[in-house]
């Protein structure tokens, strides 16, 4: 029996675009857009970042150094939640009904500089009883540590936990874990999945 639900965050709950980001330093340094993650990926400074090995300051100096953009904290604090799209791809009534009778938990790998943008900016994120993110937990998808500390938020047993991720490999994760789980394709997806598991 479920007695969890268990959510990831970014194009789950919230979608994002990193175009949009990319777009913006392409403005600021010349770089162009369809470089910039290039550039980025071999440096480890987002996985650092949101395994919570690097402090957001030290990662924004780091990679405004590599990037050779000159901007505050701030400034590039806006450009980096830039990302974030408004419309939510679950409607804020689908988390309500949930969290009137299930444990609600949000697990997500992601760093401090976005969730404090989506706190502030997703209401709908008062629903979840539990926050497991990747940058406090010290780790991060498909690691098993970030699994536990998921169950343990959930309060029952990984088998009694229904998880939806857009990731193929943390479900898999997951699912090595115990845990049911599901990829993520849709609200109406999500809905029907939870049908058949839960009393809806």
Same mark, same amino acid.
């Given at each position: 029996?479920?007695?969890?639900?268990?959510?990831?965050?970014?194009?789950?709950?919230?979608?994002?675009?990193?175009?949009r980001g990319?777009?913006?330093?392409e403005?600021?340094?010349? =770089? !162009?857009?369809?470089?910039?993650? @290039?550039?980025?990926?071999?440096?480890? $400074? %987002?996985?650092?970042?949101?395994?919570?090995? /690097?402090?957001?300051?030290d990662?924004?100096?780091?990679?405004?150094?590599?990037?050779?953009?000159?901007?505050?904290y701030?400034?590039?604090?806006d450009?980096?939640?830039?990302i974030?799209l408004?419309d939510t791809? =679950? !409607?804020?009534?689908?988390l309500k @009904?949930?969290?009137?009778?299930y444990? $609600? %938990?949000?697990?997500?790998?992601t760093?401090? /500089?976005?969730?404090?943008m989506i706190?502030?900016?997703?209401p709908?994120?008062?629903?979840?009883?539990a926050?497991?993110?990747s940058?406090e937990?010290?780790?991060?998808k498909p690691?098993p540590?970030?699994?536990e500390r998921?169950?343990?938020?959930?309060?029952c047993?990984?088998?009694?936990?229904?998880?939806?991720?857009d990731?193929p490999e943390?479900?898999?994760g997951?699912?090595?874990?115990g845990?049911?789980?599901?990829?993520?394709?849709s609200a109406t997806?999500i809905?029907?999945?939870?049908?058949?598991r839960?009393?809806w």
């Open positions: 029996m479920i007695k969890a639900v268990i959510f990831d965050l970014g194009r789950v709950i919230v979608p994002f675009d990193f175009t990319y777009a913006r330093i403005t600021m340094t010349g =770089i !162009p857009a369809a470089d910039v993650p @290039g550039l980025i990926r071999p440096t480890g $400074l %987002v996985e650092r970042l949101e395994s919570g090995q /690097i402090a957001p300051r990662f924004v100096n780091q990679l405004s150094t590599l990037l050779g953009l000159h901007c505050t701030e400034e590039f604090c450009i980096w939640t830039s974030f408004p791809l =679950i !409607p804020e009534s689908l @009904g949930i969290a009137a009778r444990r $609600l %938990v949000l697990l997500s790998n760093n401090a /500089i976005h969730f404090e706190r502030a900016n997703y709908l994120l008062r629903h979840f009883h926050l497991v993110l940058h937990v010290g780790a991060m690691s540590l970030i699994y998921a169950v343990q938020a959930a309060g047993l990984p088998e009694e936990c229904f998880f939806a991720d990731i943390y479900v898999a997951a699912l090595r874990y845990i049911d789980a599901v990829q993520f394709q997806q809905e029907t999945e939870l049908r058949r839960i009393d």
